[in-house]
């Protein structure tokens, strides 16, 4: 199974683009949105500063920045000109790519619940992909794309640019989880042998009768190294995990429906819908009823 294709799908990935222009001169621009954002260079060069730090990165064509949650931050042409804002109105792309000028290509991904933050809070604040350190092979088809759509004003811009949007954020992430050793969260796990087995069994099983020995037994670790190897690294024991994800299916359920409660209730391994709804409001904080209306 593909787990994060699955963990995505489940989580209702959508993207919009916010800002898509071309700045020229000496220019300076501030940013600061909620939720998850990226911008990629689509040409030319620039500096990213992020607030409150005196970290300084220079971006050039086909690099991409991603920013898991919420940080403040700024774009501007020159490494020293980041401290302030300049005024300075960005050119839209009707006469084309002016010569000497960056452009920026920025989104928001969306999702629709919460569940998503357990797979971003071990996340860097800002993932820098550089188009040539292994990534050109995907960034430059979408570069060339770009061009194409700014040469024309096309029908369906708007649809092809929102796709693009959810292209770039999954393949931020793939290069990230390729490139990046991580310890801890659903991440390190995705690219843990072991476990990696436990939650495939979970995903695609998620209403069987699973207990730490069944799964343990399943991936050919001993009960006790499985249940500790699982907690260091998801923070959480295995049955807790197959609770959490047993709700982000019945919210989606609910969500959609087209199923009772109880129905739900079943599907997710509950025999009962007062004990099914006291597990979903102890994961997401509301109760089932909620999310129907």
């Known amino acids: 199974m593909d787990l994060l294709s699955d963990l995505l799908s489940t989580f209702r990935l959508s993207a919009s683009i916010f800002h898509n222009a071309q700045y020229y001169g000496d220019w300076s621009i501030h940013q600061e949105y909620k939720g ?6 689509s040409h030319g060069k620039c500096w990213l500063h992020i607030d409150n730090s005196s970290q300084h990165i220079k971006a050039s064509t086909g690099d ?67 188009r040539h350190k292994g990534n050109d092979q995907w960034i430059k088809p979408l570069l060339v794309i770009l061009e194409n759509e700014h040469q024309r004003d096309n029908s369906g811009q708007k649809i092809v640019f ?25 991440i390190a796990a995705l690219s843990d042998t072991k476990l990696s087995k436990a939650l495939t069994l979970i995903h695609e099983q998620p209403s069987t009768k699973w207990t730490v020995d069944s799964l343990a037994s399943n991936i050919g670790m001993s009960r006790s190294n499985f249940a500790e190897h699982f907690k260091r690294v998801l923070n959480q024991s295995p049955i807790k995990y197959l609770e959490w994800w047993r709700m982000q299916l019945a919210w989606n359920a609910l969500a959609d ?31 089932p009823g909620q999310v129907r209306r």
């Open 36 to 41: 998850i954002t990226f911008h990629m260079i």
């Open 64 to 130: 991409i920045l991603l920013f898991p949650r919420e940080v403040a931050h700024s774009f501007s042409k020159t490494k020293e000109s980041g401290s302030e804002t300049i005024d300075v109105c960005p050119l839209d792309y009707s006469s084309g790519v002016k010569k000497g000028s960056t452009g920026l290509f920025c989104g928001h991904m969306y999702f629709d619940h919460s569940g998503i933050e357990p797979l971003l809070k071990n996340l860097p604040e800002v993932i820098i992909l550089r």
């Open 162 to 186: 929102d796709k693009l949007a959810e292209i770039i954020f999954v393949q931020s992430i793939r290069a990230y989880i390729a490139d990046n050793d991580q310890d801890v969260g659903i």
């Open 257 to 287: 429906k087209k199923e009772t409660i109880i129905e739900v209730a079943l599907v997710s391994g509950y025999s009962s819908e007062a004990a099914f709804s006291k597990a979903f409001k102890r994961v997401h904080g509301v109760n």
